[in-house]
């Protein structure tokens, strides 16, 4: 995405949690800006934990507020929201994660690095197993996709784990505050 170009409004994130008494509130509702990166699409990072299972009897600490340090993390989830600029093609990655992308509005294409192409409509679901992929979107309007990815053992090809590829992991932090 060249400069600073919004397709979509930045996605509404509601948090819920408990007060000191235990009655359910929301402790955060709010915009999250989903902002360009160096590989042509923009990211808006609207949740990560850092273990799995997560806790919920932490007090909360907002993640949105932390900078991600890739697309995936090794030990909990992340949830993104990713939009695909009109005519856009991504580069070609594996992350050591499974992930789930939900094709929010659009249409967009997944290609496999066999050369498999697997063309996705609104409401469809792509569950990625550690393969490396690919995104386009050859059309004139964008696409919104929600991706949860979460913590998985590495794929292993004759014992030899197949690690993330394809990108650095400097291209890909989104959210909270950036180091200077």
């Known amino acids: 995405m060249t400069s600073n170009e919004q397709y979509f409004p930045h996605p509404r994130r509601i948090v819920t949690g408990h007060t000191l008494d235990g009655a359910s509130t929301v402790l955060k509702d ?11 699409c923009n990211f808006a990072v609207l949740y990560e934990t850092h273990k799995f299972p997560a806790s919920n009897d932490e007090p909360f600490v907002d993640p949105a507020e932390a900078r991600t340090a890739s697309l995936a993390n090794d030990s909990g989830v992340v949830l993104r929201v990713v939009d695909f600029p009109p005519r856009t093609e991504t580069l070609y990655h594996r992350t050591v994660s499974l992930d789930f992308g939900i094709l929010f509005e659009g249409e967009i294409d997944c290609h496999l690095d066999n050369g498999e192409v697997v063309h996705m409509k609104a409401g469809d679901v792509c569950v990625q197993r550690g393969t490396i992929h ?23 090809i004759d014992g030899k784990p197949l690690g993330n590829a394809g990108f650095k992991h400097s291209e890909v932090e989104s959210g909270g505050k950036q180091e200077s």
Not at 30 to 40: A, F, G, M, R
Not at 142 to 156: D, G, M, S
């Open 30 to 40: 709010s915009e999250i800006p989903c902002l360009p990166t160096p590989i042509k």
């Open 134 to 156: 690919g995104w386009t979107n050859p059309h004139d309007k964008p696409a919104r996709v929600y991706f949860i990815l979460t913590a998985a053992e590495p794929i292993k």
